[in-house]
């Protein structure tokens, strides 16, 4: 028989896993009426041990009481806007800016192609693989620290499913509210007389800037990570592909649509079956974002003031409204 301690190890290490296997690789192996046992069981026994609670264990995610404000939070690295492209032509004229600037013109360029999730931009800190802090874009070099709510999120694990975590890893993402979630969200809101939030990227925000923790989780919103920002104490792949395979790899979740593609032919191709899947995806994008693959190559084109020369934001038409 295992001592109170192997036991609580055992339910958090199996709670933590099939969280992984439902949020991250979207493959359940048990119901859900099974994980919630084991989370009760779990509950129960920190309730009869207090001192063996730890901040990561998966039963803490929601604080205990409001806050009377944010802290504000400095981004050790700016966390840039996009360049926007509003046709083919312009995005033509990106990659043209892009190839006259290399030094060295690889034979294709290869772009990571990403669907541009339309919600909060956030950053959030492992320390150790534990999550330590999370605050929200702000004006690019101040955020507001919305730590507390970022925890109640169900799909941003507590801890980084890894026996040798980083010591310091940034994961910088979207946070967004599913359709599903919205329309039941205003529906409720509509009911008890409250007001509704008009679509679901103000939806998201109007949550995360909740001061109490417990309204935050109960909002259904979702994570999905598109980069790294500070790494330390571990060497991290060559390219973007790469890298938010590996941030799968240790337990965060990435948008199922990114993909690469050779050459600005593909990636065209990528924006329009895009925007056909659009309708169908369950949450609103406004369009793609499309990023060289290669960090060396992102090293060399840089910046420009505001926005990376790497990367831009290719956007969808502006959508009726009425039409949701
Ligand atoms: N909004 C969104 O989905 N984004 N935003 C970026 C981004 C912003 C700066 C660098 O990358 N990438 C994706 N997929």
């Given at each position: ?13 199996t709670l933590?896993?099939h969280e992984?296997q439902y949020h991250?690789?979207d493959d359940p192996k048990i119901p859900d009426a099974e994980y919630d046992r084991l989370f009760h069981q ?16 998966p ?95 169900r799909n ?64 259904p ?104």
């Amino acid at each position: 028989i295992m001592d109170i301690n192997q036991q609580i190890k055992q339910l958090r290490d199996t709670l933590r896993y099939h969280e992984y296997q439902y949020h991250v690789l979207d493959d359940p192996k048990i119901p859900d009426a099974e994980y919630d046992r084991l989370f009760h069981q779990l509950k129960a026994l920190e309730q009869q041990h207090p001192e063996l609670i730890t901040a990561d264990s998966p039963t803490q995610r929601v604080g205990a009481k409001p806050l009377a404000g944010f802290a504000q939070i400095t981004h050790e690295l700016p966390m840039l806007s996009l360049d926007n492209a509003f046709s083919d032509e312009e995005f033509n004229a990106f990659v043209k800016r892009i190839q006259d600037r290399l030094i060295v013109l690889p034979q294709p360029l290869t772009f990571c192609c990403e669907p541009k999730l339309d919600g909060l931009a956030v950053s959030i800190f492992y320390v150790n693989g534990v999550l330590t802090q999370a605050a929200t874009r702000g004006d690019g070099t101040t955020g507001e620290d919305i730590t507390l709510n970022i925890r109640t999120i169900r799909n941003i694990p507590l801890q980084l499913l890894t026996d040798n975590p980083p010591a310091r890893l940034e994961v910088r993402g979207e946070v967004f509210m599913p359709h599903e979630g919205f329309n039941r969200l205003n529906e409720r809101a509509l009911e008890h007389g409250e007001k509704t939030f008009a679509n679901p990227r103000n939806a998201a925000a109007g949550s995360l800037r909740q001061l109490d923790p417990k309204i935050t989780s109960r909002r259904p919103l979702v994570f999905n990570a598109y980069s790294v920002g500070i790494a330390e104490g571990v060497e991290l792949p060559a390219t973007h592909y790469e890298r938010l395979q590996w941030l799968k790899s240790v337990g965060i979740p990435v948008n199922s649509e990114v993909q690469l593609c050779d050459g600005s032919e593909k990636v065209l191709e990528f924006y329009r079956s895009m925007q056909q899947k659009r309708p169908t995806l369950g949450y609103d994008i406004d369009g793609t974002v499309l990023k060289i693959n290669d960090i060396g190559l992102q090293r060399e084109l840089g910046f420009i003031s505001k926005a990376p020369r790497w990367a831009i934001a290719y956007k969808f038409p502006a959508q009726e409204e009425l039409t949701r």
